[in-house]
């Protein structure tokens, strides 16, 4: 039976957003008794509801309120509104994401140590490191059924990996395999297993990909302990005249405000809206916005250095048929500053369809090298670039008072400006790919510069001293006993790898944490 819980039941935990932190976070809980009310923004859409058509699954799913950006990145030039293609719906960006579950390198847990002063950087050492995380990534590979963990098989290659590979080997490179991804290669946990569809990042209509959409959510109803109120907009949290966190104002699916007290609370909306978020709970207590006396909220924003290569060849390889991403090469993942910067990247397999083709190639839009291009797609194949980029103060969100979203409210604006280092380790990667390719054969390659999708990090960071960010080793507020940071936000730096399964691990261990606390009445 699914819970219902009164708006003045200041005894339950309240979770903002359920993506792959809040959605986690808030099963996991419901699995120890604790009751949740979690507010999402979006709606509610299960396998059988996604489309398996580009634009139609983006105007279904994407978060398309209106956002502003700012600084010299692509992006804020030709997707001003678009700063990053996530999910609006029960379940966050799980539903839209290629399933990479990879962990952090020993080394990138301690970037400030191992990087040393970088100039222009705001690097900072995690307050965790491996050993400490080892366990609850471990949680999370089980959780998600993640290939090449406890004996479950990789996944097939595709037309797409098999030239991948080809070009990988050809140039000396021996980390090459179908990835660790969160895709069943075989039937795991009441799903099945991957129909090689191709269209992942429009929701995987067999279930085959992990999404909190249908495995946590769901079983955390099944709880009776958790009850989910989508299309509910939250507006501000509020706090009592100790400094503590009483409840959630957010907008319902009728247009109506709301008020859930609360006795703990956790924002999990994703690292632009949770910094506007707590930015937007300003009070006179709190002039600068919630959890943030160290000034940090909003700021070292990082979304990975990536890009694209695609590459011609003179027969057909079809990229778009089989598993998106099903395709890594991780020997760059070091760090070996004798390239020319500090951190490293890996290299995965993408397609995108015709019309997100036709969106993000470079060159785009018109012109006989752009439409030529297009018509060599059949013969096309094509990769990912992703890697560490450097945190940055000034990479920042902040409230664009000068525009409101329908609720009134001021919009996020997302800043970026590349570091040097981030453009180094680009044109490096750039320059690789292109080795690849042209190794077995390529006719034509194109980089093309990065796009609004991608990985957001770092805008709620976790730090030892609260002076140096806004949440502690457990995404516990500095300021706030009981207000919570459970998404990709609370990151520290961004290492090389895909965030999801830290971002989960994060959250298994977070649940871990909060309901022995709340336990002991100690928040």
């Known amino acids: 039976m699914v819970a219902k819980f009164d ?17 986690v976070l808030a099963n996991e809980l419901a699995q120890k008794g604790v009751k949740v009310v979690s507010i999402e923004a979006g709606g509610r859409y299960l396998p059988d509801d996604y489309l398996n058509d580009e634009w ?23 997707f001003p ?55 609850w990534y471990a949680k999370a590979e089980h959780k998600l059924g993640v290939t090449r963990t406890e004996d479950r098989p990789g996944l097939p290659g595709n037309n797409n990996f098999k030239v991948f590979e080809a070009g990988a080997k050809a140039i000396g490179y ?14 795991y946990d009441d799903r099945m297993s991957c129909q090689q569809t191709g269209f992942c990042f429009q929701g995987c209509k067999w279930g085959a990909k992990w999404s909190a959409a249908y495995t946590d959510i769901p079983r955390g109803e099944a709880t009776g302990n958790l009850e989910v109120r989508d299309r509910c907009f ?60 160290s000034g940090q909220v909003g700021r070292n924003y990082m979304r990975h250095t990536t890009g694209s290569v695609y590459a011609v060849f003179d027969k057909p390889v079809r990229m778009w048929r089989g598993t998106v991403m099903a395709g890594y090469v991780g020997d760059e993942r070091k760090n070996d500053p004798s ?37 060599g797609y059949e013969n096309m194949a094509g990769l990912w670039i992703v890697g560490e980029d450097m945190p940055r103060e000034t990479n920042r969100v902040t409230l664009n008072t ?30 690789k790919g292109e080795e690849m390719y042209r190794a077995v054969g390529a ?32 995404g516990q507020s500095h300021d706030i006993p009981n207000l919570f940071v459970s998404d990709g936000s609370q990151f520290t730096t961004g290492a090389a790898e895909n965030p999801t399964l830290t971002i989960v691990a994060l959250a298994i261990r977070q649940a871990d944490h909060i309901a022995s606390e709340l336990g002991k009445g100690n928040i």
Not at 12 to 17: D, F, L, P
Not at 57 to 78: C, E, H, I, P
Not at 90 to 116: C, P
Not at 463 to 471: F, I, L, T
């Open 56 to 78: 139609a699954s983006f105007q279904q799913l994407a978060w398309t309120d209106m956002r502003t950006t700012s600084g010299d990145w692509r992006v804020a030039k030709n």
């Open 81 to 135: 509104n678009l700063p990053t293609w996530i999910v609006k719906a029960v379940g966050g960006t799980s539903i839209h994401w290629a399933g990479a579950s990879l962990r952090f390198q020993d080394h990138e847990w301690k970037a400030k140590t191992t990087y040393g002063d970088i100039a222009d950087a705001n690097l900072l050492d995690w307050p965790i490191d491996s050993a400490e995380m080892d366990p």
């Open 402 to 431: 000068d525009v409101k979203d329908a609720n009134g409210m001021p919009v996020p604006n997302v800043h970026f400006d590349d570091h040097p280092n981030d453009e180094a380790m680009r044109n490096y990667a750039y320059a």
């Open 234 to 293: 939250a507006i501000h949290v509020e706090h009592d005249d100790k400094g503590r966190a009483t409840g959630v104002v957010y907008v319902d699916a009728d247009g109506k405000t709301q008020r859930q007290k609360a006795r703990l609370v956790s924002v999990a909306c994703n690292t632009i809206e949770s910094p506007r978020l707590l930015l937007n709970s300003a009070s006179s207590m709190f002039p600068d916005g919630m959890g943030n006396s």
């Open 339 to 375: 390239r020319g910067f500090v951190g490293g990247f890996e290299l995965e397999t993408l397609s995108l369809g015709l019309p997100f083709m036709a969106a993000f190639l470079d060159p785009g839009a018109w012109g006989r090298e752009f439409t030529t291009a297009l018509d």
């Open 174 to 187: 021996k980390d090459v395999h179908t990835g660790r991804m969160a895709i069943n290669s075989i039937d």
């Open 443 to 474: 006719t034509r390659v194109f980089p093309t510069p990065p796009y609004p999708s991608t990985h957001n990090l770092g805008t709620n960071r976790m730090s030892e001293k609260p002076r140096d960010g806004v949440v502690n080793k457990w």
């Open 7 to 23: 708006l003045d039941d200041d005894s339950v935990v309240v979770i903002v957003g359920s993506g792959a932190g809040g959605g």
